[in-house]
């Protein structure tokens, strides 16, 4: 049995959840609404303050999707009522970032600097050498995280680059002279 699907997860005060047909769910919170549509095989359950998630048989595909649509759910609850951030940090010389209304301008040693627009219902902030992720979608926040890593990835001789702020990079050593 999933241990995580089978959890139920409870709905706070002030969330609203609303299941259509086709499993269609909505999440209504202070921070905003959030809609998706998750695997119609699964039976999802609103009992009273929580929701449980049930199975129809013990075939490998409804086990891995069991797990998969209770933290979806649960993902929906916590964007609307706490958000998501994810924060990147640059390393390097004359690498830097600016916000200019809502476009992310990026310095990153190439001959021209990046420009990325912020995408609806995100919004970026630069506090020095940090950007900052923010919104209620979880993968649309993970998603243009790693959009903006990908412009210059770190690189693994003197940590050049833009990483996330938790990560830990590789290290190698350089070339040493002849003998």
């Known amino acids: 049995m999933s241990r995580i699907g089978r959890m139920p997860i409870a709905i706070p005060a002030g969330v609203t959840v609303d299941i259509a047909e086709n499993n269609k769910v909505t999440v209504k919170g ?3 609404t959030l809609e998706r549509v998750l695997p119609s095989e699964m039976e999802i359950v609103l009992e009273g ?9 013990d075939l490998k595909k409804m086990r891995s999707l069991h797990g998969l649509t209770r933290t979806l759910i649960n993902n929906m609850i916590v964007g609307v009522t ?19 209304g809502k476009k ?29 992720v923010k919104g209620i979608d979880k993968e649309k926040v ?7 890593r990908a412009k210059r990835a770190p690189e693994p001789y003197k940590g050049k680059g833009i990483k996330y702020a938790d990560e830990v990079i590789r290290r190698k050593v350089g070339k040493t002279g002849k003998k």
Not at 49 to 57: F, L, Q, S, W, Y
Not at 105 to 132: C, F, Q, R, W
Not at 142 to 148: H, R, T
Request: hydrophobic share 35%.
């Open 49 to 57: 303050t929580e929701i449980k998630v049930n199975r129809p048989n």
């Open 30 to 32: 202070p921070k905003g």
């Open 82 to 100: 706490d958000g998501y951030e994810k924060v990147l940090e640059i390393n390097g010389v004359g690498y830097r970032a600016q916000k200019q």
């Open 142 to 148: 993970g998603q243009f995280a790693a959009e903006i």
């Open 104 to 132: 992310l301008v990026l310095s990153l040693g190439y001959s021209h600097p990046v420009e990325m627009e912020d995408p609806e219902g995100l919004e970026t902030a630069v506090e020095g050498n940090l950007i900052k």
